[in-house]
Nanobody
Framework: QVQLVESGGGLVQAGGSLRLSCAAS????????MGWFRQAPGKERELVAA???????YYSEFVKGRFTISRDNAKNTVPLQMNTLKPEDTAVYYC???????????????????WGQGTQVTVSS
């Protein structure tokens, strides 16, 4: 069982930065692939970035070069650094964990086993 708690959301002007963090409980955190998703009003949940247990990463095209995902297995955290934010980045951001092989980056929401409650990010123009 893994419990996930997101933090770091808020209101920021376009061009600004935010750093989200996902804190995970459980002694086996290091064995889970992790992902950040987002969902804007009236839209489907979409993958933002993902990271394998081994540290391999994947970014959706709309955040490449602006966002950075990482993980600290000693602290059981998965930060998401978000730079050069745009109004279209406004959404609720969710952290998720997936039981997966060591090198796998998990890209599909249905493959994730555990989800956090989400944190709101609002980017004003």
């Amino acid at each position: 069982q893994v419990q996930l708690v997101e933090s770091g959301g808020g209101l920021v002007q376009a061009g600004g930065s935010l750093r989200l963090s996902c804190a995970a409980s459980g002694r086996t955190f290091g064995s889970y692939a992790m992902g950040w998703f987002r969902q804007a009003p009236g839209k489907e949940r979409e993958l933002v970035a993902a990271i394998s247990s081994s540290g391999s990463t994947y970014y959706s095209e709309f955040v490449k070069g602006r966002f950075t995902i990482s993980r600290d297995n000693a602290k059981n955290t998965v930060p998401l650094q978000m730079n050069t934010l745009k109004p279209e980045d406004t959404a609720v951001y969710y952290c998720a964990a997936a039981a997966a092989s060591f090198t796998w980056v998990v890209l599909t929401a249905t493959q994730y086993n555990y989800w956090g409650q989400g944190t709101q990010v609002t980017v004003s123009s």
